[in-house]
């Protein structure tokens, strides 16, 4: 019995680091460049990998920590940047998590649209409609579409593009403090 245990455990020893190694190359990398090739990225921690480590069409997006003078525009350009590094992968989905915990979606369309535009659309354009293109974990919208007079649009906009971020990892980060 006990060889039997000892055997089962060095299998899945060995699938859990074969696994672990796997979203390394094929991920997490990914995100280590962006945010050592950018100073501006200097003081954000984010872990990226598959689903469940193993599913492959489905990504994590996991803000683990921020320094004090970091912004939600940090943030999204980092996001915008690993998007750009992805851009030829094919994703059902991107989870946005905050310290292990999916807080929001966005569809793997979205995602490489994201990825495509970066360096060519304007960013601040990206940022505000941002929201738009969000959803609750149960597929719904997490946040409206904006119509009216261009100012009106634009704060509303940019007041949901906050409320993503306080929503998404903010709240976590000033509950734990990391």
């Known amino acids: 019995m006990g060889r039997r245990l000892h055997f089962i455990g060095g299998v899945i ?103 495509a535009e970066y360096g060519v659309q304007n960013p601040v354009y990206t940022m505000r409609t941002l929201p738009e293109n969000v959803y609750k974990l149960d597929g719904t919208a997490a946040f409206g579409t904006w119509t009216g007079g261009l100012l009106g649009v634009v704060g509303k906009q940019m007041e949901d593009f906050i409320e993503l971020h306080k929503q998404w990892y903010i709240n976590d980060i000033a509950q734990d403090g990391s």
């Open 13 to 115: 020893a060995v699938v859990v680091a074969t696994a672990a190694l796997y979203n390394y190359v094929s991920v997490q990398r990914h995100v280590f460049s962006v945010i050592s090739s950018d100073e501006r990225n200097s003081g954000i921690t984010v872990w990226a990998h598959y689903q469940y480590f193993i599913v492959p069409t489905s990504l994590v997006f996991d803000v683990r920590g921020l320094s004090g003078e970091k912004s939600p525009a940090d943030v999204t350009r980092v996001l915008f940047q690993f998007a750009a590094t992805m851009k030829e992968r094919d994703f059902e989905r991107v989870t946005l998590s905050s310290h292990g915990q999916p807080k929001f979606l966005l569809t793997g369309e979205y995602f490489s649209n994201l990825g």
